[in-house]
């Protein structure tokens, strides 16, 4: 599975912004589909995620009320919407695949990041 991230940009404190990843390669429906953040310094953490059904979603607290995570099994495809930004959002965004678990290292396919910046 090859993953493609898009969407990060530059945006002002409480703008918004829509991620899409696109895979290619195999059909998307068979994994569960995460995003995870890194900024610079830190660790590499769980943003939001989607079961490959798309009947459930998960969200880190920090994202909750601001951030939606969706899929499109059909386009092989997966969003993240994400209102509301904070400084704190700064970071390279991911997208990932896996099963069942949300942790960085039980994801099995990455894509390359797509830098987000909020400024104050």
């Known amino acids: 599975v090859q993953l493609q991230a898009s969407g990060g940009g530059l945006v002002q404190a409480g703008g918004s912004l829509r991620l899409s990843c696109v895979a290619s390669g195999n059909t998307l429906s068979l994994y569960d589909m995460g995003w995870f953040r890194q900024a610079p310094g830190k660790e590499r953490e769980f943003v939001a995620g989607v079961r490959f059904s798309g009947r459930s979603t998960y969200n880190l607290e920090a994202v909750k009320g601001r951030f939606t995570v969706s899929r499109d099994n059909a386009k092989n495809s997966v969003y993240l919407r994400m209102n509301s930004l904070k400084p704190e959002d700064t970071a390279l965004y991911f997208c990932?695949?896996?099963?069942?678990?949300?942790?960085?290292?039980?994801?099995?396919?990455w894509g390359k990041g797509t830098q987000v910046t909020v400024s104050s």
């Open positions: 990932a695949a896996g099963q069942n678990k949300w942790n960085p290292g039980s994801m099995s396919y």
